[in-house]
């Protein structure tokens, strides 16, 4: 015989006067033993409160923002079963997942999840959560509305957050190659203790290219192998063609007989013309020589392409990265102008220093950084002659080239760029 019910706040612990957060049943609900009433929420938890019992819910006594302690009355109930007491029917006792939420809510808040898995859930649709589970979420840094929810008529639960947050951490460690890499955060430090300070927001550029270069960094096992070219007989060249051509307004720097020999290198190593598949098992070689070259602008780095570099001589050459510098450094380089690159170059060769250590732009397998020529003193039959030598870095993807085959190519490179004639082979 149907019989109506009181259902009390269950032992709640030390709690008292604690928040209800929100209501998961109403009236005429019909209801199964242990399916959640009410969310409570304390400082340090959120907790759902089960029913003891099967039934129709007859009549809500609270409402969203009320306080209650132990014994409080949640509901009037019609129960479908004869009662319980509640030493057997443990859920009239239970705190549903308090102590779990009481030590995720110490944790600190974590990093934002990838953009890619946010979209990949986000044709889910619209998420229904309770407040407890909203805090949980927030809590972890998760976006609730992308969450699938399992829950009843797709509520998100506990478990859905925390399947999301696992498929998430599990993502990048995929990309990484699943070496389950962990890395410190960072120290938070309030650096107005030390000193005056001003705080400037980074460019749009410098937080997509930072983005690019830290994953580059730390996805791509790099070496940097150097070497020096002899470009005694280029320099003159170039300064022969330098008076011609400044008429017409060319600028021939080094830089387009460094695109010209490294099409020359690329031809000759083609696997330093080539990039990992999606799946990291095979080699794409290309048929193709587009050179990406980094352009230094006010906002930061850019590296936009010289397209089909193997057709065009050293003029048209110099010609065209002086337009594009240019064109970078006015913002007007399209998205699809840095795209397609084989090999990239980074000179810094106007500015100075010795030698440096670029870092590779992936999907490329290497990149040649270029610093300043200077003249040095080099030993030839018996003697010491003074050369104008260029130093080259040599960055590449030792997942894909052997050290041996870098030296190789950091020669061969050095070779051409000593004896200008080789561009021509
Ligand atoms: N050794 C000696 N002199 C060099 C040189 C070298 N390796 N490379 C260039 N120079 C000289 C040029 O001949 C030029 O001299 P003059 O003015 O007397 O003719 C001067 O240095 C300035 O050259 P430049 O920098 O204007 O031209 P460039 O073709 O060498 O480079 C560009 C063009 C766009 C690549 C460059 O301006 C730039 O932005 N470099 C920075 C790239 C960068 O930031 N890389 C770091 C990325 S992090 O890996």
Redesign the pocket.
């Known amino acids: 015989m149907a019989e109506i019910k009181q259902v009390l706040v269950p032992d709640i612990g030390d709690y008292k006067d604690v928040s209800i957060i929100e209501l998961l049943v109403k009236a005429g609900d019909t209801i199964k033993a242990e399916d959640n009433l009410v969310t409570l929420e304390t400082d340090k938890a959120a907790m759902d409160v089960p029913s003891p019992y099967s039934g129709v819910i007859r009549e809500l006594k609270v409402k969203v923002g009320d306080k209650v302690s132990q014994g409080s009355l949640i509901l009037l109930l019609e129960s479908s079963e004869a009662a319980a007491a509640p030493k057997d029917n443990p859920a009239a006792a239970q705190v549903m997942a308090a102590p779990v939420a009481a030590k995720l809510a110490e944790k600190p808040a974590a990093a934002p999840l990838p953009a890619q898995t946010m979209q990949a859930v986000a044709a889910n649709g619209k998420a229904h959560a309770s407040p407890a589970i909203r805090r949980f979420a927030r809590e972890l840094g998760v976006p609730v509305a992308q969450v699938k929810g399992s829950g009843e008529k797709g509520r998100v639960t506990k478990d859905d957050v925390q399947n999301f947050v696992k498929a998430a951490l599990a993502q990048p460690r995929a990309a990484a190659g699943g070496n389950g890499m962990q890395v410190a955060a960072m120290p938070v430090v309030d650096f107005a203790k030390f000193g005056a300070i001003e705080t400037r927001p980074l460019s749009r550029i410098k937080k997509i290219s930072g983005a690019n270069l830290h994953r580059n960094w730390v996805s791509i096992p790099h070496v940097t192998q150097f070497d020096e070219a002899d470009i005694t007989e280029m320099e003159a060249f170039r300064k022969e063609l330098?008076v011609e051509y400044a008429k017409q307004n060319i600028?021939i720097?080094?830089?387009?007989f460094l695109v010209k020999a490294v099409v020359v290198a690329l031809q000759q190593f083609p696997e330093f013309n080539a990039s990992l598949d999606a799946g990291g098992e095979n080699l794409v070689l290309k048929q193709y020589f587009h050179i990406g070259?980094?352009?230094?602008t006010p906002d930061g780095?850019m590296v936009p392409v010289l397209r089909d570099a193997d057709k065009k001589g050293i003029v048209q050459l110099a010609r065209e990265?002086g337009e594009m510098?240019a064109r970078a450094r006015e913002k007007k380089i399209t998205a699809a102008e840095m795209q397609g690159g084989c090999f990239s170059i980074?000179?810094?060769?106007?500015?100075g220093g010795t030698a440096?250590t670029?870092?590779i732009n992936a999907p490329e397998l290497a990149i040649l950084?270029?610093?300043?020529?200077v003249i040095k003193p080099m030993h030839q039959d018996d003697t010491f002659v003074a050369r104008l030598m260029?130093p080259l870095s040599l960055s590449y993807d030792h997942r894909v080239i052997d050290g041996a085959a870098a030296a190789r190519f950091i020669v061969f490179l050095s070779q051409v760029l000593a004896d200008t004639r080789r561009l021509a082979l």
């Open positions: 330098g600028k720097t080094p830089l387009a070259v980094a352009v230094d780095l990265l510098s980074s000179s810094l060769g106007g500015i440096f670029p870092i950084g270029v610093s300043r020529a260029l």
